[in-house]
């Protein structure tokens, strides 16, 4: 788990020297991270156990969406559904995940 959190933050932080940069550059690392963690939450993607698979992506998600908010603004919606559908689970690993998640 400390991994994951780990990855998480060196997100934070791409995402913020992105930033500082170009936003074109940004935009296309932000769309593959997303596509990614996309397919993870899916169930379509990655290796490991499926709370570590969950996890992860839920962790990704939350820094894309704290550190690309506008260009995150078009898939909002779809995002809220995905995490949506991990509120019920009885990880607590995931569940937390789902709550940092939730406004």
């Known amino acids: 788990?400390?991994?994951?959190?780990?990855?998480?933050e060196a997100l934070r932080e791409a995402l913020r020297v992105l930033q500082l940069r170009r936003s074109d550059q940004l935009r296309?690392?932000?769309r593959e991270v997303y596509s990614s963690l996309s397919a993870a939450l899916k169930g379509g993607e990655g290796g490991?156990?499926?709370?570590a698979r969950l996890h992860g992506g839920?962790?990704?998600l939350r820094?894309?969406?704290?550190?690309?908010?506008?260009?995150?603004?078009s898939r909002y919606n779809e995002a809220c559904e995905m995490v949506l559908k991990?509120?019920?689970?009885?990880?607590p690993v995931v569940g937390s995940?789902?709550?940092?998640?939730?406004?």
Not at 48 to 51: H, L, V
Not at 86 to 91: E, F, G, H, P, V
Request: glycine residues 4%; proline residues 2%; neutral net charge.
């Open 97 to 103: 995940a789902v709550v940092a998640l939730v406004p």
């Open 28 to 30: 296309t690392y932000s």
């Open 86 to 91: 991990y509120r019920d689970s009885t990880d």
């Open 63 to 73: 820094e894309l969406l704290l550190g690309s908010r506008h260009i995150m603004a």
């Open 48 to 51: 490991g156990s499926s709370t």
């Open 1 to 8: 788990m400390s991994v994951r959190i780990a990855a998480a």
């Open 58 to 60: 839920l962790l990704c």
